[in-house]
């Protein structure tokens, strides 16, 4: 009974993985208002720099490196940071929902296509047996627990599948760990199809630590 309430969950994964595949090949392209790269980086090395690097490359594991991350992702994360109509906002950090506080969408925009234009510096994982049983979870998932590939949504080598999936190749371990727990306490949901909340309260906290220390040096 409990395995076939697994297989079921595992294969409801599936066909929402394929929907989306669907959507993300016929959504029109780069055509429709694109931001303007230079009016972000202008906002980037003067008010994100500090904690993101002036590339989007941070050197501090509790901020998120965003150099070659998908613009629609990015500008999405910082529209979920702010608080709209006083509600609470679909991601919840402190930090981050002041710095939003004054971005106009079109800045969000404008950020997300400087990002996009950045080049990742590649990641080391640290502890090569730990990454190791990361690596395992990432291509294969947990069929016991009904945990489905990463591979399938963030693609093999971690660049992510534009624009829903977002890139995680080389991400620092500790914040992709946090990340996970914030998608279990539900800190950070509300998404659409509330994919990653499905995940990660499948995920044991050694399997979390494990997946996120093998995505450091994924390229
Ligand atoms: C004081 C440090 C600080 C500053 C300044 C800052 N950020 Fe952040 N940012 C963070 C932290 C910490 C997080 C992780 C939040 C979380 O855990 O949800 C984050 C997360 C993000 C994310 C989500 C990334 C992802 O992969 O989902 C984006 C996008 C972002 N910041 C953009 C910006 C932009 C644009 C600015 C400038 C307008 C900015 N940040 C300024 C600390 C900072
Ligand atoms: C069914 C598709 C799907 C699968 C499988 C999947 N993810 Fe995700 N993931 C998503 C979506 C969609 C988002 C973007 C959520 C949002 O917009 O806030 C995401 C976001 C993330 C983020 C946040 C990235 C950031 O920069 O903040 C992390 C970390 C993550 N996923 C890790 C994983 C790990 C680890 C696995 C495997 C155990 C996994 N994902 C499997 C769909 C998926």
Known sequence: MRGMKLASNVMILAALMLSN???ADTAPGADKSQGDAAKGEQIATQVCAACHGAD????????????????????????????????????????????VAGLSPDDMKDLGAYYAQQTPRPGVARDKSLAEQGE???RGGNLDTGVPACAGCHSPNGVGIPPRYPRLAGQHSEYTRAQLKAFRTEERTRDVSNEMHMIAT?????????????????R
Do not use: C, W
């Open 21 to 23: 595949q669907v959507f």
């Open 56 to 99: 989007g490359n941070s050197v501090m594991p509790a901020n998120p490196s965003l150099a070659g991350q998908y613009a629609e992702y990015i500008t999405k994360q910082l529209n979920n940071f702010k608080s709209q109509d006083g509600q609470r906002p679909e991601r919840e950090n402190a930090v981050m929902s002041a710095m």
């Open 136 to 138: 395992r979870i990432y």
């Open 202 to 218: 499948r995920m044991s906290v050694r399997e979390m630590h494990a997946v996120s220390e093998f995505i450091s040096g994924l």
